[in-house]
Each structure stands twice: as C-alpha cells, then as structure tokens.
C-alpha cells in the first residue's frame, strides 16, 4: 500500500494519516481526517499490509488486556482491582498546583523500551518512501517516526480533553512533534509536560465536516431542528430568544425527525446493559411513538446478537434502530448520518465528548479511566452535559430535563463553546506543508 513507486503530484501533497485499531477514538478521529489522507485511506499502525508477525502480536496483546479489564472493571474485587492497575499507568494528574511535569513516566519510558528494539521501525520505513507529513490521532506511531529518522514532519492530533504524560517524548524539548490540541486544555497541558509553545496549535478537536458544512451550515440547519424537538415546553427559547437568533437566525416551526436520542457503545461494549435498561423503561413512549432510540454498537457481532435477542420481545415496532456495520469506515459514515437527525447523544466521555460542538446535548455514560474521567470534567465545565442518573428510571429524569429545557440549553453551550472547525484547520496546515 506505502511502497507503491507510481505517486502522482496530487497524492504526493497529501499526507500520511495514521491512526490505532484499539476501540474507535483514534480511528474516529482519523476518518475526519480522511480528506488530507494519502489514497484516501488511514493507516493503522497495528493492522497495515504487510505487518510484521511480532509488531501485529505485541499490538493484539495491549488491545486484548485492555478490553478485557474494560469489560470486567465493574466484577466486584478483581475486576475492579485490575481496572485501577491499569488505570495507574494512564493516570493525567492533577493540574493545580502548576509545575513541571516533563519528567517522564514509567508508562513512557517502556514504550520507548520497545520502540528501541525495532517496534514500529516496519512502517516508518516504509513511510519514509514518501516523505509527506504524518498526521497521528496515536503518540506511539508519533515516536516511531522520531526513533527512526522520519523525515517529513511529524503532527500528533490530539483526542482527548485533557492527556497523560505518555503523549510527549521522553526529551519534549528537543522532540520535533507538532501537537494539534484538541482545547486550551491540553494545550496549556503540553506545556506543563515540557513542548515548546511553537510546537502547540490549538485547532480543535476535527469534528465530521459533513456535519458541519464549509460554512458551518449543515451543523447551523441541524440544531435549528433540534432545538424544537429539545424544548417542547418553549422555556429556553422564550429566555433565549436573542442568543439563539444571533447564531442561527430563524428557527423552523417543527422538525423534520422525531425526539430521537442515540446511545453509542464504546469498542469494548463495557455500557450495554446501561443501554437495555434505558431502553426497557422508555419502552411506553416509544411505543406511543413520541420517542425513537438508536442504539449505536460499531461492528462487534455480538453486540447485534445481544440486541437483537433482549429486544425482541419488547415490540417497540421499529423505533428502535440498531446501527452497525462490517468496517469502521462504514460504520462512521452511517453513525455520522444517524447524528443528523439526532437530539440527545448518550455515550461514555469518549472522543465523542467533543461531539457536543455539533449542538447536542450529552448524557455522560459512565467514564472508563482517568482520561474520560476529565473529559466528563471539561463537558461539565463546557455546561453541554450532564451524567446520567438510574437508567432504570429514565423515562422520569430524561423528560424532567426536556420539560425544563435544559436539553436545549445545553445543545446551545456546546455548540459556542466548542471548536468546530478541527478538520478544516488541520486540512488548512497540511495545505500549507505543501505549498513548501
């Protein structure tokens, strides 16, 4: 797929966008950056072509640990305890008081242990016959690329609201990575970790572009739409009035979907019983028809299995709507789609956290580690979520927060707080790389 002599002038401004095939975060970000891919296509630095038999199996053993101790975290003592082992070694700390924090972790110091004895050294060199930028949404493949002499230059996409020290280099001064910082979070954070400030970029966090528009009118039209559907009682339009007319201008009568929420479980299927329970006790409004329910599962069989046989007997006459897919790339097209006509997102504080800058509210899951535990923080902080309360109970709380409008309230916060043109102005810096 690298090694390919044949390279037209076009392809060859483009550039190497390399993500990780463990969950969907890093893939998810990746795909918005799909436009600037060399071939169209991401890389994952832990599946390629042509990957050596060692690097394929160090990469399955890291995923396999990990959603297994995701999906027993919540086993009273040993999965609990397993979960906060893990969890030690992705631990972000605390950011007050200020101090310097690049000093590096264990965590960091194995990963260049391994990286020394040739781990990634395959891919970099088959990179390196094309030199173009390399665009991460993974710090690994980022140090890869500085280990083994890559010579073009090297863009670290951040996915998170605030990270870890594992993201920098061992020696972040003299490290030339270049940092797209997903939020003035994890800017000033890699600073306190030690990168030069010229190797920071606040771009945002690369939401969709085609749920944005060129000019932010397809993500404009959508919350028009939502907002109808998020405050039914008219309480937060009636406050807001001159807000909501500045950014959107006039809003439709009605919308052109039903009040929709979409729950979207994470790679390691860790909130699928949250999900049913939510499901079970909306069950009468969505039989009445006034609620639809997607239920988002990526592209694990056994999660459509899971759904399929626990919600057969329920009868909800198709207003419930699984969506998934066979590729990760099919899976995002259709999840991004789905969002269109979507009015609550419920999810774990995952990289979707920033999917909040679409004007959608988010229902806070359960945070699995210590980097969702701070983007819930900064979604709070944002003011565009709220964590969930007893699933089992959500036909009464959900429609306490509707009633009040606090729905439409938070779609507005996380639609002004919240970057939304990450992609096109990470696009903008590679146009700019190419130019030279």
């Known amino acids: ?33 799909r436009d600037i891919a060399f071939g169209g296509r991401v890389i994952n630095a832990n599946s390629y072509e042509g990957i050596p038999r060692k690097d394929r199996r160090f990469w399955q053993q890291t995923r396999a640990i990990y959603e297994f101790i995701s999906r027993i ?33 264990f965590n960091l110091k194995n990963i260049f242990y391994f990286i020394k004895k040739g781990w990634g050294e395959d891919m970099i060199e088959r990179l390196k ?27 670290c996409a951040v996915c998170d609201a605030d990270i870890n020290r594992s993201w ?12 797209f910082a997903s939020n003035t ?71 052109d979907h039903p009040l929709t929420i979409m729950f979207s479980i994470g790679g390691a299927g860790a909130q699928k019983e949250i999900c049913l329970d939510a499901i079970k006790s909306l069950s009468g409004h969505i039989k009445n028809k006034k609620l639809r329910f997607i239920v988002a599962i990526g592209i694990r069989e056994e999660l459509r299995k899971y759904f399929s046989e626990n919600l057969k007997n329920l009868r ?26 979507t009015d609550v997102l419920w999810t774990k504080p995952s990289e979707l956290s920033f999917y909040a800058g679409l004007g959608m509210p988010i229902i806070i899951a359960p945070p699995i580690g210590s980097q969702e535990d701070f983007n819930k923080k900064w979604l709070l902080h ?12 959500t036909d009464q709380w959900f429609f306490d927060l509707l009633n009040a409008g606090d729905f439409a309230e938070m779609a507005m916060q996380g639609f002004i707080e919240i970057e939304k043109m990450g992609a096109y102005n990470i696009e903008k810096i590679i146009s700019a790389e190419r130019i030279k």
């Open 1 to 33: 797929m690298y090694n390919r002599l044949m390279i037209s002038k076009r392809e060859n401004k483009k550039a190497w966008v390399v993500a990780v095939d463990m969950g969907y975060g890093h893939q998810r970000t990746a795909y918005a950056l």
């Open 73 to 105: 975290k919540n086993i009273p003592f040993f999965g609990s305890t397993a979960f906060l082992i893990m969890d030690k070694f992705q631990r972000i700390l605390a950011y007050y008081p200020k101090r310097d924090l690049s000093n590096a972790d």
């Open 129 to 155: 016959k094309n030199p173009i930028p390399l665009v991460t949404t993974f710090f690994t493949p980022a140090f890869m690329a500085e280990e083994f002499k890559y010579p073009g230059h090297v863009y």
């Open 168 to 179: 920098v280099s061992l020696d972040p001064k003299k490290s030339k990575i270049k940092y």
């Open 185 to 255: 979070w994890t800017r000033d954070r890699l600073k306190l970790y030690g990168v030069n400030k010229e190797d920071i970029v606040l771009t945002g966090y690369p939401l969709p572009k085609e749920n944005i528009g060129k000019n932010m009118e397809v993500v404009k039209e959508d919350l028009k739409r939502r907002l109808i559907n998020l405050d039914p009682q008219k309480r937060y339009r009636k406050t807001y009035e001159p807000l909501i007319k500045g950014e959107l201008e006039k809003l439709p009568e009605r919308s």
């Open 316 to 341: 909800l006459d198709g207003w419930v709507q699984i969506i998934s897919a066979i590729t990760t790339n099919e899976y995002f097209q259709i999840f991004n789609e789905a969002l269109r006509e």
């Open 382 to 393: 944002v003011g565009a979520g709220v964590p969930q309360e007893n699933p089992k109970y």
